[in-house]
């Protein structure tokens, strides 16, 4: 499996963005078992999780965007979203989708923005946020 993100941009304060990950090298059908997330990190700051959705499509998001930010997932296309309302400074950073197999964890309960040891990531979009 390969991640793939973009649409990240310079805007203003207050603006909105959406960020894509696409997925390669693997197909999701029903029997799918990945915990997927975008994290976030700015320069000098540890990463942080910002949202997960597991393989049942249940959402997780930070505290920080909760009602700004929202995770979803198009598996028929296979790829990942990440839309971006009311974006503040404190957004500004470098934006990573990620990706583990559930069963290395027996389940879905571990899959929350809190958890950042992900197995596969991708390579980063950068937001920056102007005020």
């Known amino acids: 499996m390969q991640l793939t993100e973009s649409g990240g941009d310079s805007v203003q304060v207050g603006g909105s963005l959406r960020l894509t990950c696409v997925i390669s090298?693997?197909?999701?059908?029903?029997?799918?078992?990945?915990?997927m997330g975008w994290f976030r990190q700015a320069p000098g700051r540890e990463r942080e999780g910002v949202a997960t959705?597991?393989?049942?499509?249940?959402?997780e998001h930070a505290a920080s965007v909760e009602g700004r930010f929202t995770i979803s997932r198009n598996t028929g296309l296979n790829t990942l979203y990440l839309e971006m309302n009311d974006l503040k400074p404190d957004d500004s950073a470098m934006y990573y989708c990620?990706?583990?197999?559930?069963?290395?964890?027996?389940?879905?309960?571990?899959?929350?923005?809190?958890?950042?040891?992900?197995?596969?990531w991708g390579k980063g979009t950068l937001v920056t946020i102007s005020s």
């Open positions: 959705i597991d393989s049942r499509g249940h959402s």
């Open positions: 090298g693997y197909t999701f059908t029903w029997q799918s078992s990945y915990c």
């Open positions: 990620a990706a583990v197999d559930e069963r290395q964890y027996g389940g879905r309960s571990f899959c929350v923005p809190d958890f950042t040891t992900m197995d596969i």
